[in-house]
């Protein structure tokens, strides 16, 4: 049975990290009052309703480009219309924080009702909590031609080595060659590379101690720190 974690979404009920401390503006606000609130909050965009009604985000950047007294009814075209569900899971708000390159995510009911937002720096958070950071165990980075590798390949290597695949992700893609990072438990590693070459994958890492993780979790807080700047 193949037992992979893929940065799993029961850590924690996400609608715990919904905010709502920040008003939402609507379309007779002027330009000059979102300016303000970039200027005292870092956030990369500021949600816009009208009746209650979610139509989008405005950016920092876009709302620098305009007058400050003209309302935000005649910048509409600059509006972005990005948000989640407040069922969404957590990959997928991480998702579209990426997607739409923004620290603060709109999230809507299931009747579209805007009941807050996301703050970036707290969807990060929880990676470190999963499986991947937390349990011990060493890391490989392989690489294989885009249609050559599959998971179900990767998981029978090392599965036959009496290992457990703690999480994987595909960490690389360019050219026709793809990337994928694993973190594997009961380790020792060896064999394991040894079998992934003879499947025809290049070792580009393998760490069979902390030092890997260490330098993880050092990069995931630096990134904390620089979102919370």
Same mark, same amino acid.
Request: glycine fraction near 4%; proline fraction near 3%; include cysteine.
């Given at each position: 049975?193949?037992?992979? *974690?893929?940065?799993i979404?029961?850590?924690?009920?996400?609608?715990?990290?919904?905010?709502?401390?920040?008003?939402?503006?609507s379309?007779?606000?002027?330009? $000059?009052?979102?300016?303000?609130?970039?200027?005292q909050?870092?956030?990369? *965009?500021?949600?816009?309703?009208?009746?209650?009604?979610?139509?989008?985000?405005?950016?920092?950047?876009? $709302?620098?480009?305009?007058?400050?007294?003209q309302p935000?009814?005649?910048?509409?075209?600059?509006?972005?219309?990005?948000?989640?569900?407040?069922?969404?899971?957590?990959?997928?708000?991480?998702?579209?924080?990426?997607?739409?390159?923004?620290?603060?995510?709109?999230?809507?009911?299931?009747?579209? =009702?805007?009941?807050?937002?996301?703050?970036?720096?707290?969807?990060?958070?929880?990676?470190?909590?999963?499986?991947?950071?937390s349990? *011990?165990?060493?890391?490989?980075?392989? @690489?294989?031609?885009?249609?050559?590798?599959?998971?179900?390949?990767?998981s029978?290597?090392?599965?036959?080595?009496?290992?457990?695949?703690?999480? $994987?992700?595909?960490?690389? &893609?360019?050219?026709?060659?793809?990337?994928?990072? +694993? &973190?594997?438990? =009961?380790?020792?590693?060896?064999?394991?590379?040894?079998?992934?070459?003879?499947?025809?994958?290049?070792?580009?890492?393998?760490? @069979?101690?902390?030092?890997?993780l &260490?330098? +993880? &979790?050092?990069?995931?807080?630096?990134?904390?720190?620089?979102?919370?700047?």
């Open positions: 049975m193949i037992n992979l *974690h893929l940065i979404n029961e850590l924690m009920p996400l609608n715990q990290f919904i905010i709502n401390d920040l008003s939402p503006s379309p007779s606000t002027l330009v $000059a009052e979102v300016q303000t609130i970039f200027k909050l870092t956030y990369s *965009h500021v949600p816009i309703l009208k009746d209650q009604v979610y139509l989008g985000c405005l950016s920092e950047t876009d $709302a620098y480009c305009f007058e400050p007294d935000l009814s005649e910048v509409f075209y600059a509006v972005e219309g990005f948000y989640v569900r407040d069922s969404s899971l957590w990959l997928d708000v991480l998702e579209a924080f990426a997607q739409n390159n923004c620290n603060i995510m709109p999230v809507l009911d299931a009747d579209n =009702n805007y009941i807050g937002y996301y703050q970036l720096i707290d969807i990060i958070s929880l990676f470190n909590k999963t499986p991947f950071f349990e *011990h165990g060493g890391f490989i980075v392989v @690489e294989k031609g885009n249609t050559d590798f599959s998971f179900s390949e990767i029978q290597i090392v599965e036959s080595n009496d290992a457990t695949i703690l999480g $994987a992700f595909i960490s690389k &893609k360019e050219n026709d060659l793809t990337q994928i990072t +694993l &973190k594997i438990g =009961n380790i020792g590693l060896s064999a394991i590379l040894q079998d992934f070459r003879r499947y025809g994958y290049t070792i580009i890492s393998g760490h @069979e101690d902390d030092t890997f &260490k330098t +993880l &979790k050092e990069r995931s807080a630096y990134l904390d720190n620089y979102l919370n700047i």
